[in-house]
Nanobody
Framework: QVQLVESGGGLVQAGGSLRLSCEAS????????MGWFRRPPGKEREFVAS????????LYPDSVKGRFTISRDNAKNAVYLQMNSLKPEDTAVYYC????????????????????WGQGTQVTVSS
């Protein structure tokens, strides 16, 4: 059974930092691309970050580029999202997601390419 479990969310003041973690089980983690997405209140799900199986390539939208960093530890079956300089507009439920095993050199940004999803963790940034 595939499980993705996020942790690390919480309440933080604007300008602060949080580090989200996602631990995976039931998948060949080291061969999967991983992604982070978020759903702000009343809005559609949006792409936040993605990383290839080898950590060779990462992608971010302009809204978080330079503030967020995705990383992974294949030995621990874990992916992380370091979020710095947080803004109120970063408030959302954050989800990690995994693809099927792939050696693609560009990690997907479209949620349709992800097969497995976590339950999400709430991040609230106060002004």
């Amino acid at each position: 059974q595939v499980q993705l479990v996020e942790s690390g969310g919480g309440l933080v003041q604007a300008g602060g930092s949080l580090r989200l973690s996602c631990e995976a089980s039931g998948i060949t983690f080291s061969r999967c691309a991983m992604g982070w997405f978020r759903r702000p209140p009343g809005k559609e799900r949006e792409f936040v970050a993605s990383i290839t199986w080898s950590s060779g390539r990462t992608l971010y939208p302009d809204s978080v580029k330079g503030r967020f960093t995705i990383s992974r530890d294949n030995a621990k079956n874990a992916v992380y999202l370091q979020m710095n300089s947080l803004k109120p507009e970063d408030t959302a439920v954050y989800y990690c997601a995994a693809t099927l095993p792939t050696f693609a050199v560009i990690p997907p940004t479209d949620p349709i390419n992800y097969n497995y999803w976590g339950q999400g963790t709430q991040v609230t940034v106060s002004s």
